[in-house]
Structure formats: C-alpha cells, structure tokens
C-alpha cells in the first residue's frame, strides 16, 4: 500500500462508495464492483447498499436505508461517488459528506 492509501497513522483508509441504488439489482452488482476496486486499491470499501442488501427493503425501508448510510459516511475517511447519474440519495450523502469536512472523490471505475 502506498501513502495515497494509508492515514497517518499507517491504517488503511476507509472509503464510503456513493453509487446508485433505487433497489434494482444492477445498481447492486455495480456497487459490490465499486468496493472491490477501492480493496483492489488498498482501501477498506463501505456501502450501505451492499452492506444492507437483502436487509432492507427498499420498498419499505428506504428511508432507514438511507440514514444508515449517512450514519456509515460518517465513518469514512473520504467519499468516492461513482456511476453515471447522482441520484437524490447521493446528493444527500455528498451534502452530508461536505458539510462534515470529508473528502469527496468523483471517480471513474468500471462497474
């Protein structure tokens, strides 16, 4: 790992992936590819989306989908938004992200 990918203190940084979701499977995939680009890179990856796939249910717990995410954001050193579209659950996790000082990184990464 090189020092783009360790804090200080010589931990791994953690990465929250903000990507599209709206409960469709596709977004899923996309989301799992995501994470194991940002561990290919010697990342600790976190997506509310993978994590509480098969959990929640979008239909009916969408909104406690989305402050868990917000509340695992918080975890995160930096923010990686990823995808073609910013959806209104991204834009809320980007606002979150700026207004509590995290680093917020548009990339590009092949789902």
Known sequence: MDSK???SDGVARIVYICSPYQGKEENYKKAVSYCKAAAAAGHVPIASHVMLHGILDEATD???GLAAG?????????VWVCGEVITSGMAAEIERAEAIGKQVIFKEVEP
């Open 5 to 7: 990918t360790l804090k």
């Open 62 to 64: 969408r909104e406690k």
């Open 70 to 78: 917000l509340k695992m954001l918080e975890l995160a050193d930096e």
